[in-house]
């Protein structure tokens, strides 16, 4: 039966598929990895630093992303993790970047199934995941987003790869330690990386350890001939599979 308004207008939902299907608008990873930069870039978030990095977390790699800005409190976090919801506002003459409430789900989805999202703000810490296995699992109809309070908790401690509290304090003591006058900031971690067709990760964590590769396999398979050059040239330019050359040009600090 749909979901009553108060009225008893039925409610439009959003199936869990609609988080695969909606990643399917990036079909280069680096378009996926530069929605999560551009939100740390807004200037309601208001960032000078930014890191991009991998992460064994109980012997599964893993992509993080941390920034040093102003951190979520719960009321954005859920806005975060919903779609369509976005207040941005620009800051001292800097316009945002995203204005439709999109951009961190269509590009942690793309990344992997599942992410963990960290913040600290001035005034509270916060946890919340967005999980397709999550809600494969409970054989959810509609789209849910635990977040950090009693019932949320016991689900995040369950399906993430965080299984105790001290755990997930110890991720929001990781932005605290950071370089940042307010000890502010959020840190996201998306595991279940998508995989090529042999099974490999879709990034290259090996050849450059100071980098982030997209593996030649994957990127002569795009199905977007925009993103690659010209095929009649054996050169191909780092832009295409090195993350580090292609966000060089960012405004604020890259690491």
Request: proline share 5%; charged share 20%.
């Amino acid at each position: 039966m749909a979901v009553q308004a108060d009225r008893g207008v039925p409610l439009s939902t959003l199936s869990p598929k609609f988080l695969h299907t909606n990643s399917t608008s990036h079909t280069w990873p680096f378009s996926a990895i530069a929605e999560l930069i551009d939100n740390a870039y807004d200037p309601d978030v208001s960032a000078k630093q930014f890191w991009i990095d991998k992460t064994m977390v109980k012997g599964e790699a893993c992509l993080s992303f941390m920034d040093n800005g102003n951190g979520l409190d719960h009321e954005t976090m859920h806005k975060m993790l919903s779609f369509g919801y976005s207040d941005k506002i620009a800051v001292n003459g800097q316009e945002p970047i995203g204005i439709y409430g999109n951009g961190f789900k269509s590009g942690s989805m793309r990344l992997g199934k599942d992410a963990i999202v960290f913040s600290k703000s001035k005034s509270t810490s916060c946890v919340g995941m967005l999980s397709q296995t999550y809600l494969k699992e409970i054989d959810a109809q509609q789209i849910i987003v635990p977040i950090e309070h009693k019932a949320s908790l016991q689900d995040i401690l369950l399906y993430s790869p965080f299984n105790s509290q001290d755990e997930l304090l110890a991720e929001i003591n990781v932005i605290a330690s950071v370089w940042s006058k307010e000890k502010t900031g959020t840190r996201i971690i998306i595991w279940n990386l998508r995989r090529t067709s042999s099974g490999a990760t879709e990034f290259d964590f090996e050849t450059d350890r100071y980098d982030i590769r997209i593996p030649s396999e994957v990127y002569e398979t795009m199905n977007d001939p925009s993103q690659l050059p010209d095929r009649s040239t054996s050169y191909i330019p780092e832009t295409v599979y090195s993350l580090r050359v292609r966000s060089s040009d960012l405004p604020f600090f890259f690491i």
